[in-house]
């Protein structure tokens, strides 16, 4: 807190994955965790630092299989850097030894897996004092064409999975937030995704994670035309058109969300293999974005009634897919750091 930011919550974190999602073989080399803490920590604006960082349990970065003693080294990390660990994410894909959620054998078996294993460390972290909050983020790990085969069927299967899931999460304590991204089958467009999460019926234990630059696709029919919210063509100077979209959007999605990505899209898509057609982060500068991005956060942030919904208690900048070179200039988090404050100063709170 300084003088001039006087809220305390949500608190601010920065997303560790960019330096592995999208890197690697046929593209750039991954980032190292130390690096990007050390990018995260050195960021300040007008006396405020980020407070923490969400993590992705995947290997260079953390392997889901690590140890108590591993855990302990990455809590020191944290804690020596004055940050705190949030959110975690949990590698439930096929080619991470996950599987896909529709699946009710071996698929379902190896899913659940990724998700224990996932709870755990979570759960460990927490009991180590450097993660005092946030969720263990999951999706349905199979592609909108596979789940398309039998829409009513594998929505059911994914449901019955995340039931099964659920079941892991209250065991250690956590809960599971389903990412909102139009390449997951089961959860590619904002009707599918209200209804799996109603087909659950775990609202104390499975909640929704919103990321700004992945929603607003919802909003645009990608996979899923026939859900879509903005007039085909849409003209991007119409601000009032599109807040009405995302007002529509938020009061669907906004009761089940428990975990909150900061971040910005220039209306296109952009994936690969199972990140087919995905939402395009965008730097919080880019003159291409869509977003008016403090005021639309608020759109998920306060209640019907303009009252923060303190929901979440950490938000997080999610920037996949940045280019190493942007990655490495502190300017780059100084920016995003300077976005993030203000999204806190317009709709956050004091505790």
Known sequence: ??????????????????????????SEPPIDLDTMLDLTAAAEVDGVKFDGFDLFLFLPHIDIDSSDDDLKVLADKARSRGLEIGSVVAPVWPPTGG???MDEGEGRTKFLEQVKKGCRIARTL????????GVVRIDSACGVGDWAADPNGNQARIAETFQEAAKIA????????AEGEICWGGMHSWRKMVDLLERIGEPE????????????LYTMGYNAPEDRILPENFDWSDTATLDAALKTLTAALRPWTIDFHVAQNDGTVHGSGS???TGRHCLATDPNGKLD?????????????????????????????????????????NDILKTMIAVRDAHGWTE
């Open 293 to 333: 991005i403090v005021k639309h956060a608020g759109f998920w942030m306060r209640d019907d009634d303009g009252y923060p919904t303190k929901k979440f208690a950490h938000i997080c900048w999610d920037g996949c897919m940045f280019p190493n070179a942007v990655m490495m200039k502190p300017e780059t988090w």
């Open 99 to 101: 599987g896909s959620a």
């Open 170 to 177: 209250r065991d250690s304590g956590e809960k599971l937030a």
């Open 126 to 133: 927490r009991e180590l004092g450097i993660r005092p909050h």
């Open 1 to 26: 807190m300084s003088a001039t930011h006087s809220n305390t919550f949500p608190k601010l974190h920065n997303a560790a994955w960019p330096g592995v999602v999208g890197k690697g073989e046929g």
């Open 205 to 216: 234990t499975v909640g929704f994670q919103a990321d700004m630059a992945h929603t607003l």
């Open 275 to 277: 990140h087919d057609k």
